[in-house]
């Protein structure tokens, strides 16, 4: 697909009812024009995984998702042999009286006993859109695995070959920046810091997310959510909250953001009880 | 070099001076970038610079002004924060009078002076002697407690090691023998937080070289921030491995020495920027909480949550009659897994022993 311009981009992002300003909108579009992994960091709730979606339905591509955590291994993130059906595949070859070991060998690391992780699968797939989440969770040490892979496309597998990508998937990278990535990394991607959105572009979203909901309770729940974000909360909610918040209010019947209604679904905002129980007591829902 | 390039490059030289690593592979991906945009275009100009050359959030505000002032038409003034040299600091405390040599004249290092320095105060020695006891901390061995990792290594019982088992059965012509692997260890991460306000001076640099013999231990599983009124990270700068230029490093880096002590605000930036989920916590503080002692708490209750263990070491509870009774103390108390001394070599040693083990 030929995007000419970020402002394109921006354009094909609202018709996936995803409203990007024109930094996110630079950045994906410099990560598909120059292939190069896009690296989002923000807290929670801003909408980085999101983006990784949407980009994958504007370009009609599978999304391929490697949720990170601690302790992930590269046998979890590119491939891994599939051990039972390779010894099952012995055993046929044994009680068949077959010996030759070269051949044994070259059927058993054959690619049908291979399975693909999500890299392997994403260099595999043309095109794709790859989105490592949450990076930060992961032990620093596949930081520099995930480079590698990153900086070529390629995998080599001993038994097999190498596999590389005829086109490098697109890729984001996203970090709640619970931990400092290395640099090394950060310098293969172009790095975008992304912010909550201004009340404006919060209204605009829930009217283009939640198509039952008036203008009226957007303003007003995006109201409360700036609120909110000021207040000394553990967790303040981001846009992903205050879209499940309006979404709660909006099934409940809502047309305005009433005290009552608004502490009744107040879970789907702040999923800390000292932050419920600090917004309630402090009054924060009542005006506005 | 043509004049978008030299004024790219001129750019990046402008952020690298305001402190964003702007280095020369960034400024390659800029000019790169730049081929896909429009280069008459302020904003896409200032788009995939920022996209390129910056790498933390912090980097944002310097980037901004470095952009204004340089595409405003006028080059940046940057003036470095002012810094403050740990040693200059350090020397104008007030020296004790209980201690008893003339400072300045190095004492022999015999076994049994060192055994009677081992137990004293930090804050009650010359400056000769405390050099000593600096010289013993370098060469602490911290050792740290190992925590499985999901990594493996081969083993004789354990998990099924499915590759080696195909490989062996391959070379054997049969499945003779299942082989195993376990997991490998990794050391505990420790994440440590060094008072440095002023009623903590005496015992600041002493605490430091701690902090720097953990960090030289155990390079990639250590963390050190100073705290007072503002949280700063100084791993990077305890890594150098001498621990005077470690330390002078760190003087220039952190801009709160001898202020109050804010430690509930920073634990909680702490908490929202980074996470001490595994590791042990140590916090180096007397518990003067300048600020609000429940805001305190509650960041402990916090921290104590994620964290596998809270130490606080206390340099005052290395005598016999300290009760925790400062506000921060108090505040603190429910929620910490030990407090310990932290005022003279073999209260270090033992913590260090601790941590081995813990």
Do not use: F, N
């Given at each position: 697909m030929d995007i000419e311009s970020p402002e394109k981009l921006i354009e094909l992002l609202d018709r996936h009812a995803y409203l990007a300003d024109e930094g996110l909108a630079t950045a994906a579009f410099l990560a598909l024009r120059m292939g190069r992994p896009l690296f989002l960091e923000g807290?929670?709730?801003?909408g980085k995984t999101e983006l990784a979606k949407t980009l994958a339905a504007l370009l009609k591509a599978p999304l391929i998702r490697l949720q990170c955590y601690e302790g992930l291994d590269a046998a979890q993130a590119l491939y891994d042999w599939d051990f039972a059906r390779q010894l099952l595949h012995l055993k046929a070859a044994e009680a068949a009286g077959i010996t030759d070991v070269s051949r044994l060998e070259g059927e058993i690391y054959d690619r049908r006993f291979l399975i693909a992780r999500p890299l392997l699968k994403a260099i595999e797939t043309q095109p794709s859109v790859l989105l490592v989440d949450e990076?930060?969770?992961?032990?620093?040490e596949f930081e520099a695995f995930l480079l590698e892979v990153l900086s070529d496309f390629t995998i080599s597998i001993p038994e097999l070959g190498t596999v590389k990508a005829g086109t490098p998937p697109v890729v984001v990278v996203t970090s709640n920046r619970t931990r400092e990535v290395h640099d090394a990394l950060k310098r293969r991607c172009l790095y975008h810091w992304l912010e909550h959105p201004g009340f404006d572009r919060e209204v605009a979203i829930l009217l283009r997310r939640l198509p039952g909901c008036t203008e009226t309770l957007a303003v007003q729940v995006a109201r409360a959510a700036e609120r909110l974000r000021q207040a000394d909360l553990v967790k303040p909610p981001g846009v992903a909250e205050t879209l499940d918040w309006t979404e709660a209010l909006l099934t409940l019947g809502a047309k305005e953001l009433d005290p009552d209604r608004a502490a009744a679904t107040l879970g789907a905002a702040l999923k800390y009880r000292e932050d419920v129980a600090a917004v309630i007591g402090n009054g924060l829902l009542s005006h506005g | 070099m043509d004049e978008l390039a030299a004024t790219m490059t001129g750019f990046a030289r402008t952020l690298r001076a305001a402190?964003?690593?702007?280095?020369h592979e960034r400024t390659q991906n800029l000019l790169r970038a730049l081929d896909h945009l429009?280069?008459?275009?302020q904003g896409e100009v200032y788009w995939a610079g920022r996209l390129t050359l910056c790498a933390t959030p912090d980097d944002l505000p310097r980037y901004d002004r470095c952009f204004d002032a340089y595409f405003g038409g006028r080059k940046a003034v940057l003036s470095r924060a002012a810094t403050t040299s740990v040693t200059r600091h350090l020397a104008e405390r007030q020296d004790d009078g209980e201690s008893g040599d003339d400072d300045g004249t190095p004492a022999p290092a015999t076994a049994s002076r060192i055994e009677v320095l081992r137990h004293r105060d930090v804050a009650r020695l010359t400056e000769a002697e405390r050099a000593e006891v600096h010289r013993m901390l370098a060469l602490l061995k911290g050792g740290r407690a190992r925590r499985r990792s999901r990594r493996f290594e081969s083993a004789?019982?354990?998990?099924?090691?499915q590759r080696r088992t195909i490989r062996d059965a391959l070379r054997k012509g049969e499945v003779a023998r299942l082989r195993h692997r376990r997991h490998t260890t990794r050391p505990r991460p420790v994440v440590m937080f060094v008072d440095v306000s002023g009623s903590m001076a005496p015992y600041a640099e002493t605490l430091l070289r701690f902090a720097h013999a953990l960090v030289r231990s155990e390079p990639r599983a250590t963390r050190v921030y100073s705290v007072g009124t503002r949280l700063t990270p100084i791993t990077a700068e305890l890594r150098h491995r001498d621990p005077g230029t470690a330390l002078n490093e760190v003087s220039k880096v952190?801009?709160?020495?001898?202020g109050g002590t804010r430690l509930g605000e920073e634990l909680k930036e702490y908490l929202a920027r980074f996470s001490a989920r595994g590791a042990i916590a140590l916090i180096a503080s007397d518990?003067?909480?300048?600020?609000d002692p429940e805001l305190l708490g509650t960041q402990l209750a916090r921290l104590a949550r994620q964290a596998y263990r809270v130490i606080w070491v206390n340099p005052?509870?290395?005598?016999?009659?300290?009760?925790?009774?400062?506000g921060g103390m108090r505040a603190a108390l429910p929620y910490l897994d030990d407090l310990v001394a932290g005022h003279s070599l073999a209260a270090f040693e033992q913590l260090s022993e601790r941590l081995a083990h813990a």
């Open positions: 807290e929670a709730g801003v990076i930060d969770r992961a032990d620093d | 402190g964003v690593a702007a280095d429009d280069v008459t275009d004789h019982r354990g998990r099924l090691d952190i801009p709160d020495w001898s518990g003067w909480e300048r600020g005052h509870k290395g005598y016999a009659d300290y009760q925790p009774l400062t």
